[in-house]
């Protein structure tokens, strides 16, 4: 494929790294001379200096040829833009933009027909056939976390009551130096194995596999199980979460204020008072230090305590008592001050911690210091793009394990060269691969050997990120 990407920031450049590395033909539009020449020498594709929002230049590089064009810069208008005047005379190329206004989301009937507008000839809104909006994604992976106790990432699927999660084992507790094929006697519901990371290195793990305190292992199973399971890789109860204290009101922390209030309600004293189901409400405190931003959380949100307070200030945290809370999540636009503002709050005796981090190379750092859950936002939209980049039989696509592995949602075509044959006797000449769900019907099943492929049905595979291409063409992608 040849794919056109204009900015070339760091989320362009982690998209055109990605990109490359699957042989496709990139070229990266940026118009700063310091970003392009420091940009050259970091990712092996052609990069241009000029405005990406400028028809000449776009047909310079080879618009007419391209297959895609991934609007990333730092403005939502210029971003849009730029699709509408592709759209206008390529109509034909995949225009995608990331958008962070919520105003332009304001059609939600329009745009949950995107997928309709993309296989159409009819002109999609604005121009552009796919929106990316990296702090709803964002908000709903800290939700989904918050959810599950933030004990572990959790990597949810549509339509599917299955999950893989990420949990760290402890020192003495049941999983500590067993080997994997010994797991499935201690539990009494179905589960897969999906990956082990030890000392900073990922793999799927086989049935001698040994795990060890301090590693972490990746599940599938269904969500409502993940509870049952923790009590194996931990030494403690864990306790529900009730007080949660919200660092950040912006449009990542708001739109989690949002969800969690939706999804909980809060406690208040009218809730005492008539709602006899206390125990499913929360506590929540926001802390924003931007006057502004602070006002309209408060006005936005009237049952809930707003603070326009600066968060690395030690005294206000003392006197509100805000190191003892359940769950500290850290979402405000400065990541750093999110790591930070985790790590001090863990530190306090802060029970639970997420955060906020710019991609999933922090992890390291995150997990040594004790942050329980980290949300790369930045990964997440290039998993995005690149699920609307692998072909229309690709519905989702999740990087995990510091981006060594690729799950990716995937529908058979009725034409693939795999129909009848079953998943033991599949030989993809990939080895580190794996089919983890198969949904025939309505409901994803965990994949069984004796299974056999047939076109239409919905597959949740995973594999090495370098070989999630070769595995699609297999397919018959």
Known sequence: MKIIIVGAGFTGVQLAKRLVSEKNDVVLIDNDEETVRHTSNRVDCLVVQANGNSLETLESVGIEKADALVALTASDELNMITCSLVDSVYPDVIKIARVRNDEYYANSKLLASQKHLETTSSSPLYGINVMVHPDVEAARTIVAAYEHGAVAKVMEFKDSSYAIASVDIEKGSNLEGILVQNIKPLVSFGFLIVAVAHEGKSFLPRGDTKLYAGDTLSLLLDKNQLSDF????????????????????????????????????????????????????????????????????????????????????????????????????????????????????????????????????????????????????????????????????????????????????????????????????????????????????????????????????????????????????????
């Open 230 to 477: 923790l009590k194996l890789a931990r030494t403690t109860d864990q306790k529900p979460i009730k007080r949660i204290a919200l660092v950040g009101a912006g449009k990542v922390g708001s739109n989690v204020a949002d969800d969690l209030l939706k999804k909980t309600g809060t406690v208040n004293f009218l809730s005492k008072m008539f709602d006899k189901k206390l125990k499913s409400h929360i506590h929540l405190v926001i802390i924003e230090k931007d006057r502004k931003l602070a006002k309209e959380a408060a006005a936005r949100f009237p049952e809930v305590t707003v603070y326009n307070a600066d968060i690395t200030d030690e005294s206000f945290v003392e006197e509100e008592n805000l190191s003892n809370f359940d769950l500290v999540i850290a979402a405000t636009r400065n990541h750093e001050l999110n790591i930070v503002t985790s790590a001090y709050f863990k530190a306090k005796g802060c029970s639970k911690s997420i955060c906020l981090v710019t991609s999933s190379s922090y992890a390291p750092i995150t997990h040594n210091i004790g942050i329980d859950v980290i949300v790369p936002i930045k990964d997440a939209v290039v998993d995005t793009i690149m699920s609307h980049l692998r072909g229309k039989s690709v519905t989702g696509i999740h990087t995990f394990s510091e981006g060594t592995f690729e799950v990716v949602e995937y529908e058979l075509p009725k034409n693939s060269k795999v129909c009848g044959i079953s998943l033991k006797d599949l030989r993809s000449g990939v080895e580190r691969f794996l089919i983890l769900l198969i949904n025939k019907g309505e409901t994803y099943t965990i994949a069984d050997g004796n299974t056999v492929l047939s076109g239409g049905d919905k597959l949740v595979f995973i594999a090495d990120v370098d070989d999630t291409k070769h595995i699609l063409e297999e397919f018959g992608d």
